[in-house]
């Protein structure tokens, strides 16, 4: 199990940590921020985008697929829902819904059918994955 910890130290400016690593999030002046670090969803772009590179990695090197690069692009926006076709929408989504379009550049000596693999391998990322099928919290505060 993961454990994050998360200590606001000024109005917006962020400093986490798992133990280990220690990373900061911050929102953009235009915001009231400090602009110090990235805003939580660059943070949670970050991780799918890191997730999804390293499991094309992985994957490439146990089938032996000779792969030169790999980078990926996420971006997340929010949408009508009306306006969005493919979105499976249900009663928590309200009138919006967040999308996240990506693009995944991936170089190498390949055909296309181990392209067509890859493309599907990027959606198995344990991240991916996470966010598709969504979370369910248990949270608790405490005040004091």
Not at 74 to 97: S, W
């Amino acid at each position: 199990m993961t454990t994050i910890t998360a200590e606001l130290l000024s109005d917006f400016r962020v400093d986490i940590t798992n133990g280990t690593h220690t990373w900061r999030a911050d929102e953009p002046v235009a915001l009231g921020g400090d602009n110090t670090g990235p805003n939580p969803y660059d943070l949670l772009l970050g991780a799918l985008a890191a997730c999804t590179t390293i499991t094309l990695s992985m994957y490439s090197q146990r089938k032996g697929i000779d792969i030169s690069s790999i980078s990926v692009e996420y971006t997340h926006d929010r949408v009508h829902a009306a306006d969005c076709e493919d979105c499976e929408i249900d009663d928590r989504h309200g009138k919006q819904v967040d999308r996240v379009t990506s693009q995944i550049f991936i170089d190498g000596d390949f055909d296309e059918d181990t392209r067509k693999r890859l493309m599907d391998i990027a959606q198995r990322c344990p991240v991916h994955k996470t966010l598709e099928k969504g979370l369910i919290f248990d949270e608790t505060v405490y005040a004091g």
